[in-house]
Nanobody, 114 residues
Framework: QVQVVESGGGLVQPGGSLRLSCAAS????????LGWYRQAPGKQRELVAR??????TYADSVKGRFDISRDNAKKMVYLQMNNLKPEDTAVYYC?????????WGQGTQVTVSS
């Protein structure tokens, strides 16, 4: 079982920045595929960004504003969010993928409002 814990959410004004962090357990962290997803009220959960060992993927809505990175030594994955917009308001979840197994964190709330 992999434990996944997100942190770093909060309230920010439009145009502001936040960095989300996700800690995942396991000795084989470097083999995990890692992703950030979000779910706004009344909407389906959607992929925001994903990182494997060699590539990153972003939703069109966040390209150029968000940056996903990982630190295998610390077993952490980060989501740097810049130029935040009200439509980025959602609960953000970290997902760990290892072969056919998926593990989710409990989510962290991000609210973008003036």
């Amino acid at each position: 079982q992999v434990q996944v814990v997100e942190s770093g959410g909060g309230l920010v004004q439009p145009g502001g920045s936040l960095r989300l962090s996700c800690a995942a357990s396991g000795t084989i962290f470097r083999f995990y595929k890692l992703g950030w997803y979000r779910q706004a009220p009344g909407k389906q959960r959607e992929l925001v960004a994903r990182i494997t060992s060699g590539e990153t993927t972003y939703a069109d809505s966040v390209k150029g504003r968000f940056d996903i990175s990982r630190d295998n030594a610390k077993k952490m994955v980060y989501l740097q969010m810049n130029n935040l917009k009200p439509e980025d308001t959602a609960v953000y979840y970290c997902k760990v993928e290892y072969y056919n197994d998926n593990y989710w964190g409990q989510g962290t709330q991000v609210t973008v409002s003036s």
